[in-house]
């Protein structure tokens, strides 16, 4: 299986603007709904191995941080067309098996993945509350096969630290898993 790396947006990067839809509500999401919180952007999707492999440590970053002042929102912005396993009633079933919380958006013309420079799944920003981004990469060093618990320790640290005002590591790995399915 082909390996893509995030490509690690500048820190200090402002969020772009993304108004999609949530496979699970069928109501729209809009960035500016999270203005004045910090805001954690994960590109995943149903089918990738990286992504599979770190689905319930994804339910559980969403159930420990619910009542946090942290706002998290999944986009799967995979062509689904070329791989249906990621068409919105996929990710849905995907977002009820494995408990996700948070809203998990459709981004079906792909313009939200390049505005944010995603290149793989799963890949996390985590933006402050003027939406400044202050980390990018990945979820844990666990993947595939490599017998490293999931844990998302890398999220959670840079979560934590943010929320109490610390200053967020600057070792950060770019997230690692499946290219983005991209429009012909």
């Known amino acids: 299986m082909p390996l893509t790396e995030s490509k690690m947006l500048e ?13 699970v509500s069928g109501r729209v999401v809009q960035r500016d709904e999270y ?24 339910a559980a970053l969403g159930v420990d941080y619910e009542f946090e002042p ?16 990621d068409a919105p009633e996929k990710l849905r079933e995907q977002a009820y098996t494995e408990g996700f919380l948070f ?19 799963p890949e996390f920003y985590l933006f402050d509350s003027q939406h400044e981004l202050v980390y990018r990469g990945q979820f844990d060093s666990s993947r595939p096969g490599n017998d490293i618990p999931v844990s998302g320790n890398d999220v959670r640290n840079a979560i934590d630290a943010l929320l109490v005002g610390q200053p967020i590591s600057a070792d950060q790995k770019p997230g690692i898993g499946c290219n983005i399915k991209w429009k012909e």
Do not use: W
């Open 35 to 58: 203005d004045g919180q910090p805001l954690l952007v994960m590109f995943i999707c149903a089918h990738c191995p990286f992504v599979v492999h770190i689905n319930k440590g994804l």
């Open 11 to 23: 820190l200090g990067t402002l969020a772009p603007d993304f108004a999609l839809t949530d496979v």
């Open 70 to 85: 942290v706002a998290i929102v999944a986009i799967c912005s995979n062509d689904a067309e070329t791989h249906p396993e």
């Open 103 to 121: 809203p998990y958006l459709h981004d079906a013309t792909q313009d939200v993945a390049r505005a944010f420079n995603a290149a793989c799944t």
